[in-house]
């Protein structure tokens, strides 16, 4: 079993469990854990909520996670409109600028916290995330880490129902020998 299909398993399995509603997806390829989650989302949700502390970059990470298959996102995005990603009706809103105009969710959508990085180690707005995400409705809730070798705080793993891990060392040999070449991760 290839490790995405091991990752697609567990993001499955948590969607599909009652008790749990927040999963914390962590990893070293940000690429393979967006493609792997929206995936799944797009297997159980029609409609979503994708949170970003970058409205300026979100466009560009999702599409690239999808090799530019197909560009899934316009370059700009506003948080007045909402996209088709997959069969799925998904609107999208900063993390960072919370206002109170920012949805909330029910129990037929998902939210999803990407990129989740930079928040975790600054004391003031990681307060304020973790309140964001607490007033979450959504039926589920993911956080996708990105640079995960630069995240000094892992608090947030008290916050959350599951953490994952998406190994990659079948997959993208390439990436984590460059890591350890980089001294970024042993």
Known sequence: MSDMEKAIEKVLNFLEDKTKKILLVRGYDHNAKVKVVLSCLNKVFKKGIIRTNS??????FINEAFDFEQEFLPRVV???TTYKLGRMDVRINSYVSNTKSNPTGNEGTFTLFYPVQTVLDNSKRYVNFLDDVKNMESNKIILITINEWSIK???IENHVDEVFFYEVENDNPQLMSNL??????K
């Open 55 to 60: 409205m300026s970059d979100i466009s560009s």
């Open 78 to 80: 506003k948080s007045t």
């Open 153 to 155: 705080n892992w608090d």
């Open 180 to 185: 350890k070449n980089n001294g970024a991760i």
